[in-house]
């Protein structure tokens, strides 16, 4: 089905990327000059890497799915932050096509959508400084339902409660970045339910959203993704604007949110470049 080629899930592990200060002007050189300082202006390479490999992930998805050159790209964000393609034709394939990248720890991922609206979330299981899990989570608990806290303070040892502590989280950063409010907007407004991690769904207010679809994954050593899809009349009045479609009559939407959810293909830097099927002198040492 050609609607399905717009569903895709890309994942960029940075942690075997080592790039010398060359290799790294080499790989922004590919972005425009406007999207520079939002890169550069991290003082740590690390968070630099995270910053250029997401802005890259986002034009080589656009480019390979919907054909636009790489130069002719123009990505956007509204207020809020969420980012948008802009100046291109509805393409009928992917009458909705968006998407949505995140990145933390060792991974930068994207995820993108022909008809639903996409959100997506990574998190790694991690606490800086010398505070223990539960002194740690305490910091978010106005984040959280009754009923999640519970989940999360009974899960059982630290590193269970940790892990679902986060699972909750990354569920809620997807969702409310599908609908582009924007990162901890009313996440204690935002309940999720869930049978062991399946059949995930969700209350606002606590009302439950019959149009929406959530999945999580674990990836690699202790990072969770979550996957948030749902109907683009959820979407926050500037991100409407950005879309190009966010009425669909009932038949048209039940086969967008009832896609396959695609695995989380691994891409390297190398890859995201235009014209990877040559070998790169500025990257190649550096995969």
């Not at 300082?37 to 995270?50: A, F, G, H, M, N």
């Not at 991690?197 to 690699?220: N, S, Y």
Request: aromatic residues 14%.
């Amino acid at each position: 089905m050609e609607l399905e080629k717009g569903v895709q899930r890309w994942i960029v592990d940075i942690s075997e990327w080592n790039p010398s200060p060359h290799q790294f002007s080499y790989a922004l050189s590919f972005l425009p000059q406007h999207d520079h300082p939002s890169i550069t202006r991290y003082v740590k390479l690390e968070d630099q890497k995270r910053a250029l490999v997401s802005r890259l992930l986002q034009y080589a998805l656009v480019h390979e799915v919907l054909g636009i050159p790489f130069d002719e790209i123009i990505i956007k964000r509204t207020f809020e932050g969420k980012p948008y393609l802009e100046g291109y034709k509805e393409d009928p394939k992917f009458p909705n096509f968006n998407f949505n990248a995140s990145h933390h720890g060792d991974y930068v991922a994207i995820a993108s959508e022909p008809v639903c609206i996409v959100g997506l979330d990574i998190v790694s299981h991690f606490i800086s400084g010398n505070e223990t899990v539960p002194e740690y989570i305490q910091n978010f608990s106005s984040y959280f339902s009754r009923l999640e806290w519970d989940y999360i303070v009974n899960a059982g040892s630290w590193d269970d409660m940790l892990s679902e502590f986060y699972r909750y989280w990354c569920l809620k950063e997807a969702f409310v970045k599908a609908i582009g409010t924007g990162v901890g907007h009313r996440l204690d407004s935002v309940e999720f339910h869930h049978i062991r991690w399946t059949h995930i769904f969700v209350k606002v207010d606590g009302k439950e959203l019959k149009d929406w679809r959530f999945w999580l994954h674990d990836v690699g050593k202790r990072h969770t993704v979550a996957i948030a899809r749902g109907h683009p009349r959820f979407a926050t009045e500037s991100y409407k604007k950005t879309l190009k479609r966010t009425d669909f009559d009932e038949e048209q939407y039940h086969l967008g949110l009832h896609l396959p959810n695609s695995s989380f293909v691994p891409r390297t830097v190398e890859q995201l470049i235009p014209n990877s099927g040559t070998t790169h002198p500025g990257l190649v040492s550096c995969r």
